[in-house]
C-alpha cells in the first residue's frame, strides 16, 4: 500500500506541474519566446487571488479574476513591448526578465514581503484505493487533465488552433494566405499568460504565498517544456513533468528535497544531451 501511496502522490504532483508549465508550453512551444516572466505571472496569479478572497469574493469566481487579470497583465506586456521583438528571442527573453524584475517590486510595494495564505476552499481528504488523498490537491490535478485537455482540442480541433498551426509551421506562408499574424502572436501570448495566472489562482491554497513563489516552477517549467518537446502542448507537458515533478518526488524518498531537486536537473539536463528537441519531438 505504501508502494501505491507513493505512486498516486506522484501522479498529484506530476499533474499540479503541468498544470503550472502549461502557460509556459503556450507561449515558449508555439511563438518562441523564452518567457522568463512565467514565474512571476504565477505569483501574480496568486496574490489576486488572495486579495480577492480577501476582499469576500468567493474563491471559483475570485480564481478567474485572477486569471483573466494576469491575462490583462500580459496583454499590455505584448502591446507595449514585446510584439516589437519577435524576430529577436534574446531581447524578448530580456524583458520578459525585466517584467519579472519589476513585477516582483510590485509585489513587495503592493502587497509587503510577508507570507500570505489563501484557504483551501476544499479541506480535509478523500478515500481512493484505499489512501486518504488532499482532496483540493486532487481537486487541482483533475482541472490540470481538464486544462489539458482543453488546450490540446483548441489547437487541434477549431479554426483557431488550425491559423496558430500554420503560424508555427511557416509565418511567412501564413501571412501570405492572409492570417493576421500580429494578431495570433497577441492572441497566443496572452491565452499563455491566462494560464499562468490560472496555475497561480489555483496552486495558491497549498502553499504559502511569498514574491518569489514563482521562482519555484519557472526553472522547473522549462526543463518540462523543453524535456517534453517544443509544441507538443499536451502529451509533451506531461512528459516533461513526469520527468521533473515525478522523478523528483521518489528521489525525496531517499534523499533530501534539495538534494532530490539537483539530481532531477542533473537527471533532465542529460536527457537533454541525447534529446535535444524533446522525448517525444525526437521520436519523430
Known amino acids: 500500500m505504501a508502494v501505491l501511496g507513493i505512486l498516486i502522490d506522484a501522479t498529484l504532483i506530476t499533474l499540479v ?3 503550472a508549465a502549461s502557460g509556459l ?4 512551444g508555439l511563438i518562441g519566446v523564452i518567457n522568463m516572466g512565467h514565474g512571476a505571472m504565477l505569483t501574480l496569479g496568486a496574490y489576486l487571488t488572495w486579495a480577492a478572497t480577501g476582499a469576500g469574493i468567493p474563491f471559483v469566481p475570485a480564481v478567474l479574476l485572477a486569471a483573466l487579470g494576469v491575462g490583462f497583465i500580459g496583454l499590455l506586456l505584448e502591446h507595449f513591448l514585446i510584439r516589437y521583438f519577435y524576430d529577436r528571442p534574446f531581447e524578448t527573453l530580456l524583458l520578459t526578465w525585466g517584467f519579472f524584475l519589476v513585477s516582483t517590486e510590485v509585489i513587495k510595494i503592493i502587497f ?4 500570505r495564505s489563501v484557504a483551501s476552499p476544499l479541506p480535509g481528504t478523500i478515500e481512493a484505493f484505499g489512501q486518504s488523498i488532499p482532496a483540493y490537491r486532487a481537486t487541482v490535478a483533475g482541472l ?6 482543453t488546450i490540446g482540442l483548441v489547437y487541434k ?3 483557431f488552433g488550425l491559423r496558430v498551426r500554420a503560424l508555427v509551421q511557416n509565418r511567412e506562408v501564413a501571412s501570405l494566405m492572409g492570417q493576421d499574424v500580429s494578431m495570433l502572436y497577441k492572441q497566443v501570448f496572452v491565452a499563455g499568460a ?3 495566472g490560472l496555475a497561480g489562482a489555483l496552486i495558491a491554497p497549498m502553499l504559502s ?5 514563482g521562482n519555484v516552477y519557472l526553472v522547473r517549467s522549462f526543463f518540462v517544456v523543453t524535456l517534453g518537446g517544443l509544441g507538443l502542448l499536451v502529451e509533451g507537458t506531461i512528459v516533461g513533468s513526469i520527468v521533473i515533478a515525478g522523478s523528483e518526488t521518489f528521489f525525496s524518498l531517499v534523499t533530501g528535497q534539495v538534494f532530490a531537486q539537483s539530481i532531477v536537473f542533473v537527471f533532465a539536463v542529460v536527457l537533454l544531451r541525447f534529446f535535444p528537441r524533446g522525448i517525444l519531438a525526437s521520436r519523430n
Open 112 to 115: 509587503g514581503p510577508d507570507f
Open 157 to 159: 480541433k477549431t479554426s
Open 194 to 196: 491566462f494560464l499562468s
Open 209 to 213: 504565498i511569498d514574491p518569489y513563489i
Open 17 to 19: 506541474m503541468a498544470l
Open 25 to 28: 508550453a503556450v507561449v515558449f
Open 144 to 149: 490540470s487533465l481538464v486544462v489539458l485537455t
